[in-house]
């Protein structure tokens, strides 16, 4: 009996040994793929810092680390008097990006509802064609807007780039927004209306601040894909409404006959850095949105 007993705690602990060690071997398979994949999306982005602080002389060198260290490619970058307009470009980005969130949330939020809580006919056909929007290919309609805009006069103005730029980042927002309204319980609404709100009291004070990590995550995909956006900005601006993408393709450099690879590189330095702050300080806002409604 004590050697049966002896043989069934030696199998125990040997399983619970084999158990321990897929345990360990998975976890330092998980830690060593996200080292990798972090450094895979973040070398580029070291590297545009590294070239940023890189005298023009050593542009090219492929030491890995800082050297021959100056801020004279953010002068350039910012030097009016070689054709460089980048706090004006970051400006309009701004400016454009900030009213293309806007307009795209107040009527998202609306069509979203409207395609999660009501039912009428059509719906999954305005839903998949809003899903289709969103695939166009924005380089189709470069010339059709061209000749619009350029009939009436809007060429070079910022309802040339913010109209386009909503009909881009609407679809995101409207897609993005249904399918966390479509996993919010009715129970909740219908709570409210017992109460006595009324439908539009019932989405005010229910519904919206339930639907916050969603809808302030979906504004931040929209303000970034709106700042990111080039295509339009390039044909359709000037030189007064230029973006930060335009203007960065049209920089000058100190040295004639010669790509100023720094200068776009502190640049690109001064464009990012802004959105990764954001990112980092409303990262667990983002997770919420990202997730919500994953578990019902």
């Given at each position: ?59 090219f060198d492929s030491t890995p680390f800082f050297t021959h260290v100056t801020w004279d490619n953010f002068k350039t970058a910012f030097s009016s008097q070689m054709g460089n307009h980048l706090d004006r ?207 019902k």
């Amino acid at each position: 009996m004590s050697t049966t007993i002896s043989t069934v705690n030696d199998h125990t602990a040997a399983a619970k040994s084999v158990a321990r060690r897929r345990e360990n071997w998975s976890s330092t398979r998980t830690y060593v793929s996200a080292a990798v994949i972090v450094i895979w999306c973040l070398l580029p982005f070291y590297w545009m810092i590294v070239t940023a602080f890189r005298d023009v002389g050593y542009t090219f060198d492929s030491t890995p680390f800082f050297t021959h260290v100056t801020w004279d490619n953010f002068k350039t970058a910012f030097s009016s008097q070689m054709g460089n307009h980048l706090d004006r470009a970051l400006l309009n980005s701004l400016f454009i990006s900030a009213v293309t969130t806007v307009v795209a949330l107040l009527f998202g939020v609306f069509a979203a509802y409207a395609l999660a809580r009501l039912k009428f006919r059509g719906k999954f056909i305005v839903l998949g064609v809003v899903l289709g929007a969103s695939m166009f290919p924005g380089v189709a309609i470069v010339t059709p807007l061209f000749q619009l805009f350029g009939n009436i006069g809007w060429i070079g103005t910022y309802q040339a780039m913010i109209i386009p730029n909503i009909s881009f980042v609407l679809p995101l927002t409207v897609y993005t927004l249904t399918s966390f309204f479509q996993e919010m319980p009715w129970e909740l609404e219908e709570a409210a209306r017992i109460d006595g709100c009324t439908q539009g009291q019932a989405f005010r004070k229910i519904i919206m601040p339930l639907a916050a990590p969603a809808v302030f995550t979906t504004a931040i995909l929209a303000f970034i894909a709106s700042w990111n956006e080039y295509l339009i900005a390039s044909i359709l601006s000037n030189d007064a409404t230029q973006t930060v993408t335009v203007a960065i393709a049209r920089f000058a450099g100190s040295e004639p006959h010669q790509e100023p690879y720094t200068a776009v590189m502190a640049a690109g330095t001064v464009v990012t850095i802004p959105l990764v702050i954001l990112v980092l300080i409303f990262q667990r806002k983002i997770v919420a949105g990202l997730t919500a409604g994953a578990v019902k």
